[in-house]
């Protein structure tokens, strides 16, 4: 049975989401007003809310001055505990084990400091081919760190060999650091089964959850991840560069013998203004910190968790794989290089002379139809229907327009 327009009609009718809460881009091309806006996976829309609640805490900055600190409406000396709770309901953590601080390649580099600590015999660093480059010079810039060879300490296999590798040299790996959905195929990694695998081979693992976050249901706390880092400007729609977040296992907070980089946000709050030489953290993944934090940076990271809060991940999720499911049926056809384990993320391989290379062809589809996709050349085509606010009908419109392209 072919799907057509009046199919996705219908659908948005019966299940519409929450389109209106964000900004819906105009479009640029093609015969409808708004674009068809498939690239939640690599920037997500901004939420309505985001602008007046920023607003209100500039104004707080303008109206108190320094006074703010303490007696904004949202006092910013305690601002980024507002943004804990439901950044650790969306992972599935404790309060304690969730901050939001920084950049994401910036907290793999603080965790690792913790976390990847190599010795004689066990130095190695398991990542997959895949990996987004962020993260694999990262690894290697840790292992120049330790005076290592970036080129024996760090190991790149593919996605599919990870658990085999593990299995036969696991004794030899010291931190395995995967991304929970692959940025480029989309794949769902099994974040349970191959963490207890590197833990039963005496490995640290970490997660990299850039796509996965507010993508997948997650249970970070459950599953035993040892760490985690996440960026907010995907799936979390908190605008672009919007900090990012880390999870730390409760088994190792507090731990002494962990190396950790401080600095006076490092240290329980109640003492922070002795001024005392030496911190003295807390017992919570708070004592990663090191800076006092942008409030103005973590104003949208708090709306749009709001949001989450309030709709929750178990129903995205299910909305998510609805959504997902009918945009692979629109693409029967095209060569989908996504596995049945994936978020909402499908990514099709293009290929004949009528492409002319991802770029082009994402260049077409913005500017003659208005659907806005996420090129990766050579030859990939990435579309995220997100289940907060994409439609059925984007889905049919990014298909139809595809078609036409192709
Ligand atoms: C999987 C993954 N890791 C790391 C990064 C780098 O993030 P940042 O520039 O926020 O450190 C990205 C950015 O898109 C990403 O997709």
Redesign the pocket.
Known sequence: MSLNEDDARRLDEADPGHRALFYMPPAEGGRYPEVAYMAGNSLGLQPKAARAELLEDLDAWARLGVEGHLDAKRPWLPYHELLTGPAARLIGALPSETVIMN????NLHLLMVSFYRPVPGRERILIEDST?P??SYAVRSQARFHELDPDEAVVRVAPEQVAAFLEAEGESVALVLL?GVD?LSGELMDIPALTALGHSKGATVGW?L??AAGNVPLSLHEWGVDFAAW?SYKYLNSGP?AL?GAFVHERHLGREDLQRFEGWWSTDPATRFKMAPVATPLAQADAWQISNPPIFSMSPVRTSLEIFDRVGMPALRQRSERLTGFLADLLAGFDVVTPASRGCQLSLRITGEAAGGANALSHKLRFEHGVIADAREPDIMRLAPVPLYSSYHDCWRAAEALRACL
């Open positions: 950049s994401l390649t910036v987004f962020s993260d991304g940025y990299d850039a796509h960026c560069g990012a």
